[in-house]
């Protein structure tokens, strides 16, 4: 059963791990000895099968879990703390330096850490990995790669191909050879396992089982290399695919013993290869341009056209011999292989063009995300957003950061930046398209109200400030009055968050004002009125802020959409609770839960369960306070969260507890408050949606 998802993402096995029995046991007593293990051999030698099994086998002691960062499709080295923080499930929601948020957030935690391909990042990976090491006991980090890290106190696991199977010698003139068995030999193990589905039977097999030990022997026992030739007997008979590897190795080398396992690697994906259709080929060397993982959306626009008519059939084909792996999403092809592809990619000279189809196809993306996110499907299109991040990632650093494309995608990005969490990234990104856009620019009113929308987000408001009157004054110049009204947005609440209350108003019907000239509906709309009912509740009108949110909700339900409609429920809550309204406030703070859970919104989730243990004290229920703000103190520092103890939030939190701790006693609330913190989060969110006050006793 797979970990739930604040414990861990390590993938599941999809198909069986064959061998490596001793190197599994010397990896598991060395992570039980020493803080940082790096797993060093050539490509194909199975280092991530072997450090996801033994984190597998280990999870269940490291409290906060075990964590896959898979680095082969990631370029940019400054973003490595970005992307280890996004895996962990931190949002970036501060100014300070992410790596310095990253190492805090770590350091008080028990984690095992697997940060997978690290040598074309090396110097990157061994800075953030000294750091975490030198301000986090508890951690435990296994990485994988063609070479150390160097670090003092590295212990190094050196993995070698399988030994190759002994060749079958003849007892006697007259009687016929007699094959290893493959229980004596894991790379004959593997080739048969994963050769069950396309030549069943062929363990059985005298001649077949003969023509399997040359196979692996003729492979060196590089795993990879052997699951490739295993995936060609669906066209192919054994003794055949050995003959032609025998030939196709003749050329490499008189001499074995001077082929290194690379060329003994590269030999068998090029003759892999040669071994594919056209089409196969083609599309092998097209997907090369993808870092990470990517759809089939995404290879049938990028690499779809007249020599290439029917992708997915490929796509399938690809999978079927082992040269594309499946993930959850999407697919993914092996560093290897995709290596192999460019070069074909450069021989065909196709390289710009499909890096530019790239670059279009994930503009593309972001503009339907934006259009699309006022609507029913935000789950949806978040899950898209994160699954592509690191093809995202490379369609801003492909591109000159001062073209029109990097500016636009930049700025068309907010929703990734601002409403899932990746704000310091979004920042980077958005920083260097602003100093490089020129000013001529249509797109730069926008990226200038997303930067000052997310640095806002991070209180830095005076930057958030200066960046949304730059964006509000292009945007009139330029006659775009929606990036006019999300600029005037941001302004209202820079209003409401330095406490300019009288001021939210007049500026949001400003922002209503820009939005009907733009003839656009967006979700700026019921932000906007969020936003005044913010102001209203601070202000102690209570009614006011209900009237306006009752208009928030029919523009959302309109729409299907969730993500403003739960800020607004949480607002609801606050001022039906002012009102003394208990039932009606549980029932907003409910459904904001419920919002922020579905879209992993770990802010809105903590934010409304402290809202529910108020409602729980004010109901008289102490257990149910403590609970919940057990749970949500756990969410606050799970997540590494802002906000926890800030002065707006504090008060109403602190009284809580206090009245809670009047109705039950210390002792019991502090025992209910550690109930509530040892809940996982799936649990924590399940009792606080199930409470029905009506049905209980």
Known sequence: ??????????????????????????????????????????????????????????????????WLVELSGERNGDLLPHTVAAVLGLREEST???????????????????????????????????????????????????QPLNLPGE????????????????????????????????????????????????????TGLRAAVRICRRLGGIPLAIELAAGRLKTMPPDLLAERLDGRFAALSANRALVSHHQTLRTAVGWTHDLCSREERLLWSRLSVFAGPFDAEAAVWVCGDEHLPDVPAVLADLVESSLLIRVPGGYRQLDTVREYGREGLARLGEEERLALRHRHYYLNLARRADENWYGPDQEEWAKRLNFSITNLRLALDSGSPSSSMSIELAGTLWILWFCLGRMQEGRYYMKRAIEAAPITDPSLPKLLWADGCVAMAQGDLESGRHRAEAALAAALDWGDYAAAGHAQLRLATRSLCVGALDEVEPSIQRVREHFRKAKIMTVGEP????????????????????????????????????????YGDYVLSIAQLGLGRVEEAERAARQSLDAKW???????????????????????????????????????????????????????????????????????????????????????????????????S
Request: hydrophobic fraction near 40%; proline fraction near 6%; charge should be negative.
């Open 155 to 206: 212990a190094i696991l050196p993995l070698e191909p399988f030994p190759v199977p002994n060749p079958a010698e003849p007892a006697g003139p007259a009687e016929p050879a007699e094959p290893a068995g493959p229980e004596e030999n894991d790379a004959l193990r593997l080739f048969l396992d994963r050769a069950a589905a396309t030549a069943p039977g062929l363990a059985g097999d005298e």
């Open 598 to 696: 579905r879209l992993r919104d770990t802010t809105g989730v903590a934010l409304a369960l402290d809202q529910l243990a108020i409602i729980a004290a004010v109901r008289g229920d102490g257990h149910r306070t403590a609970r919940l703000q057990g749970s949500g103190m756990r969410l606050w520092t799970t997540f590494g969260l802002k906000g926890f103890g800030s002065e707006s939030m504090s008060e109403p939190r602190t009284v809580a507890e206090r009245t809670a701790r009047q109705l039950i006693g210390d002792e019991s609330y502090d025992a209910a408050f550690a109930e509530g913190h040892d809940d996982d989060p799936d649990a924590a969110v399940a009792y606080a949606l199930g409470y029905f006050p009506d049905s209980e």
């Open 96 to 146: 300070r330096p992410q790596r310095e948020v990253l190492l805090d957030f770590l350091a008080g935690k028990k984690i095992l850490l697997l940060l997978d391909t690290c040598e074309h990042l090396l110097p990157a990976c061994r800075e953030l990995v000294a750091a975490v090491l030198a301000r986090a006991p508890g951690v435990r980090i296994v990485t994988t790669s063609r």
């Open 527 to 566: 932000l906007a009125l969020v936003t005044v009912a913010m102001a209203a509740t601070w202000q102690g009108n209570f009614d006011k802020a209900i009237t306006v949110l009752e208009e928030t909700q029919r523009l959302c339900d309109g729409r299907g959409e969730r993500w403003a409609r739960a």
């Open 1 to 66: 059963m797979p970990n739930p998802w604040w414990r861990g993402n390590l993938p599941t096995e999809t198909c069986s791990f064959i061998g490596r029995e001793a190197e599994v046991g010397k990896l598991s007593k060395l992570l039980a000895e020493t803080s940082l293990v790096t797993i060093v051999g050539a490509e194909g030698v199975g280092k991530s099968r072997i450090a996801v099994k033994v984190a597998e086998e280990c999870r269940d002691s490291y409290l906060d879990g075990a």
